[in-house]
């Protein structure tokens, strides 16, 4: 694509939106041409915040139709991201899908054939693909460090009561959708990020607390679901909406040569092996990589710079996006499943 310099618009101006507009800022190949909302006092709100005198609206069909708007993101509440979505891809603008990019099957199997028959690159927000963490864990990965993996854990831990704004519509099955797709998607994302495998079978159990606080939640706000991969593996994500404890992300990943439990590593590549040293002076503890961790459910702490970085690259080679809503399908094809399962008492295969 000859065109090295892109519009961008946002359009939703809750909590996350400020954190889009400025990954767009930092990128040189962008300019903040609009910010919208279904509100103009939130739209003006949020241009504001982050010093911008651009175009204010509550009108998405005057961003579609703005021919200096090339990509546009879409940060409204969970079930309106598809409408949005198809008609933005529709117009031929290049998308950036908050996740989840849908809440029911139905939904997220339209926003898939939209994608699929436009010529405009998108991309899903699983951010945490940028994390430090995640960038060593996938660089030890594919440098042989765990060797083949076989059992996998990813946890989702945020306790998501009245504090939160989002709080009124997140806890509404027809606007979230459930525990998994509203949050514990990031983790199933994960999961699939680190195997580079499919799923082909889940079984999933729900379940929810005495919490008063919590009560507003049309769905079980804490589900385990366990995931059967094509090649064999096997993996677990538990999610919780109410937990009453700080923010975890959890990750482990047993190989045949190592394992990783979060940042720490044990195994071969450092002479550890069972336990206990066969060769030598060998690991006789967890090794620890000091980085960034994803430990925190602020958006401020989520590196949407990486995820705009990625897409404007993509648009400018002509490659899709590795999170495309395509490519992103698979992630909420489990979510789906995992919830059917959790109703049903029964596995479910994809």
């Not at 694509?1 to 946002?10: D, E, L």
């Not at 979230?176 to 797709?181: F, Q, Y």
């Not at 992300?249 to 040569?257: A, E, P, R, T, W």
Request: glycine share 8%; proline share 4%; aromatic share 10%.
């Amino acid at each position: 694509m000859s065109k090295t310099k892109f519009g961008a618009a946002v359009f939703g101006a809750g909590w996350v939106s400020t954190e889009h507009i400025a990954a767009y800022q930092q990128n040189a190949h962008c300019e903040m041409i609009a910010v919208g909302s279904r509100s103009l006092d939130s739209a003006k709100r949020a241009a504001s915040e982050c010093g911008l005198s651009c175009k204010v609206t509550d009108n998405f069909d005057e961003i579609l139709k703005d021919p200096a708007i090339d990509i546009i993101s879409i940060t409204t509440p969970n079930d309106s991201h598809v409408e949005l979505g198809v008609r933005a891809l529709e117009a031929g603008k290049h998308v950036v899908m908050e996740k989840p990019m849908a809440v029911n099957q139905q939904e997220s199997d339209r926003l898939t054939e939209a994608a699929s028959r436009s010529a405009a690159k998108s991309i899903v927000s699983f951010v945490l693909r940028w994390n430090p963490l995640f960038n060593i864990i996938h660089a030890q990965l594919a440098d042989g460090a765990v060797g083949n993996i076989f059992y996998a854990e990813v946890d989702y831990v945020h306790a998501i009561g009245p504090w939160y704004g989002q709080f009124g519509w997140n806890a509404l099955e027809s606007k979230s959708g459930s525990a998994l797709i509203s949050a514990g998607c990031h983790a199933v994302d994960a999961m699939l990020y680190f195997l580079n495998d499919e799923v082909v079978e889940v079984t999933s159990y729900s379940t929810k607390s005495k919490q008063e606080v919590f009560k507003p939640y049309e769905y079980d706000p804490t589900s385990v679901t366990i995931c059967k991969f094509k090649d064999g593996a096997i993996g677990k994500i538990a999610t919780s909406l109410e937990a009453n404890c700080p923010y975890i992300f959890n990750i482990v990943l047993m190989g045949d040569k190592g394992t990783i439990r979060n940042n720490q590593y044990y195994g071969e590549k450092t002479l550890g092996r069972y336990g206990h040293s066969e060769i030598g002076e060998g690991q006789t503890g967890w090794v620890t990589w000091p980085t960034i961790l994803p430990d925190s459910g602020d958006v401020k702490h989520h590196p949407f710079y990486g995820e705009i970085d990625h897409l404007v690259d993509c648009i400018i080679n002509d490659k899709e996006p590795m999170l495309s809503i395509t490519r992103s399908k698979h992630t909420h094809d489990i979510c789906f499943a995992a919830d059917k399962s959790a109703k049903s008492g029964k596995p479910v295969m994809l």
